[in-house]
């Protein structure tokens, strides 16, 4: 460890108890309001809930008071109502999309988000199902299930969309689409995640590696692989999973937020 790192964890008596204490620190209601998560927290209805944390957590790259701006412009393209806009819109409401862009994330691709969720949500009440599509069971065959899923309607889709949408059949760490499900599967009675999916469980999924929890993670010796990809996020998360075999993934609170917050 470096002199750095040693300051920061010297008043700890393991690594885990330095990880306990800051995943309890930031897995807390403050942390929603300047996080993607606070999109879908702006709804009760399980289906928005779904959609909104769906849509922003793909947009989640870059600043995220740009994402949360780009999430809420979504929102109110969908009158405020994004499953009932979903089911019920004309195909002149789509026009006002047209301008809608977020980095590489343009018009195309967010017509055919909604194009997937109109034909998803006609014969589903959750998108849970869509990742429980693979009879293996693992997060990683239900990742690549999904992949084939979404990018599976081939009357419309663009191919340009499939890049965002991550799988672990190209090695992807799939950043993004693992965040999402740690804020549908995660259960706790902090008020951060929903838990409002019940067939996937905690102990099944995998940490999302942001940049800054590949750098506290490689800063606390919890990571080797040097390549930050799917094989790193099983790795890191298997390093977790020693230290809470149920719930591996509360730790992303502790990495992050020491991250985030600048503690190394």
């Known amino acids: 460890m470096n002199d750095e790192l040693i300051i920061n964890t010297r008043h700890y008596a393991s690594v885990k108890d330095f990880l306990d ?36 957590a793909v947009l989640a790259w870059g600043q995220r008071p740009v994402i ?49 969720f109109r034909q998803y949500f006609q014969k589903h009440d959750s998108l849970e199902d869509a990742f429980l599509s693979d009879p293996a069971g693992t997060v990683e065959a239900s990742l690549i299930a999904f992949h084939d899923r979404f990018c599976g309607l081939t009357d419309f889709f663009p191919e340009r969309t499939r890049k965002h949408i991550a799988t672990p059949a190209r090695n992807s760490a799939c950043k993004r689409l693992l965040m999402f499900l740690r804020w549908m599967v995660r259960q706790d009675d902090r008020g951060v995640d929903f838990g409002v999916w019940t067939r996937l469980k905690p102990a099944q999924l995998v940490i999302p590696i942001d940049v800054h929890v590949n750098r506290v993670a490689r800063h606390l010796k919890l990571l080797s692989r040097p390549q930050t990809d799917w094989k790193a996020a099983l790795e890191l998360t ?27």
């Open 21 to 56: 204490t800051k995943a309890d620190q930031y897995n807390r209601p403050s942390f929603i309001e300047r996080d993607p998560i606070s999109i879908p927290h702006r709804f009760s209805l399980k289906q928005d809930i779904e959609i909104m944390g769906f849509w922003a």
């Open 68 to 116: 949360l701006k780009k999430s809420t412009e979504l929102i109110d393209l969908m009158d405020g109502a994004p499953y009932d806009f979903i089911q019920h819109h004309e195909e002149s409401d789509l026009k006002r999309f047209l301008a809608f862009k977020h980095r590489t994330f343009n018009a195309i691709d967010a017509l055919y988000f909604l194009h997937f």
């Open 238 to 264: 298997e390093t977790l999973r020693q230290f809470d075999p149920t719930d591996p993934v509360r730790y992303d609170f502790a990495l992050f937020g020491v991250g985030v917050e600048g503690e190394l």
